[in-house]
């Protein structure tokens, strides 16, 4: 009975919606070129990196021995800013929820948005060079060490770029939104 309220134009519109949700369910990560190549490229250099500098320098030595910017090879156990140290499983566990959590924004926001893939390929590539260490030696390696801040590495970079790029791709997306509502 509700039916006839809706005019044909309206049920090809609802039809076509539908459809649109269904193919966003559909759609595969792995497919996506774009975000693979990001994914990769962090990975690849974010482990070469850190081979590097484990074969290169002891546990704890500098180059320079002084300076704002140096090469510091250290292990993390926790998370960004030393925070959480010693909770590998927890941190394990966290990652793996985040990966899920990235998977999900992928099929929500962003077809059609290199941008934003690539955003995403930069924090799924840092969470899984990372993830892979804690996996496989229970700490992270940080190396570079700038001024004050925390000791970092690659992959902890690349999932800060990409956070930002993500949060003001999809604020600026929301923008865009409510100017065409308008």
Known sequence: MDNELIEPSDTDDLNQNTTKTNSKTKRL???????????????????????????????????????????????????????????TILLIVASLIALIFLIYIYNEYTKGNIILRIALGLQLGGAISNLSDRLAFGAVTDFISVGWWPVFNIADSSIVVGITILISGILYREKISKVIEK
């Open 29 to 87: 990560i792995y497919t996506d070129l774009v975000l693979m190549a990001t994914l990769i490229i962090v990975i690849i250099l974010d482990q070469l990196s850190k081979y590097t500098i484990k074969s290169q320098f002891n546990l704890y030595e500098s180059w320079p021995e002084i300076g704002i910017f140096r090469i510091y090879h250290t292990y993390n156990t926790g998370t960004a800013f030393g925070l959480l140290q010693g909770q």
